[in-house]
């Protein structure tokens, strides 16, 4: 994996925070995409510190708002020569919540699928 470009969305906590740990050992060049700055900071440094590899990228997004996602892709294209791998781990988990988001879109349903 040393250099391969992986995006790794919901990167700040459980399975994408350990995914992008994992990769980080392996020598890839780690995107995290966080929904908080402050969050995805600390998870950043947590994770350089413990891998020692400094090629992690921190992008901040809210997926489940689509002018947010189109904002995002835009930044990637622009920033990065490819991309390797796509790790889509962010969504939400509200078993018993129904939100929606300013659009009118279920939070949940928007944040799983409409930034695929």
Same mark, same amino acid.
């Given at each position: !994996? #040393?250099? =391969? /470009?992986?995006?790794?969305? $919901?990167?700040?906590? $459980?399975? $994408? #925070? ?6 980080? =050992?392996?020598? &890839?060049?780690? /995107? !995290? /995409?966080? @929904?908080? #700055?402050?969050?995805?900071?600390? %998870? =950043?440094?947590?994770?350089? =510190?413990? +891998? $020692? ?12 708002? !689509? ?6 892709? &835009?930044?990637?294209?622009? +920033?990065? #020569? ?12 509200? @078993? ?9 879109? *279920?939070? *949940?349903?928007? +944040?799983?699928? %409409?930034?695929?």
């Amino acid at each position: !994996m #040393k250099n =391969k /470009v992986c995006i790794i969305t $919901g990167a700040n906590a $459980g399975v $994408g #925070k350990e995914s992008a740990l994992g990769l980080a =050992k392996l020598g &890839a060049h780690v /995107v !995290m /995409v966080c @929904r908080s #700055k402050e969050r995805g900071e600390l %998870a =950043k440094a947590e994770i350089a =510190k413990e +891998s $020692g590899n400094d090629q992690i990228d921190l992008f901040i997004s809210d997926l489940s708002e !689509m002018e947010q996602v189109r904002t995002l892709a &835009a930044a990637l294209l622009s +920033s990065l #020569k490819s991309i390797d791998v796509l790790v889509h781990n962010a969504g939400l988990a509200a @078993r018993f919540l129904r939100r929606l988001t300013p659009r009118c879109g *279920q939070l *949940q349903v928007r +944040s799983s699928t %409409a930034s695929s």
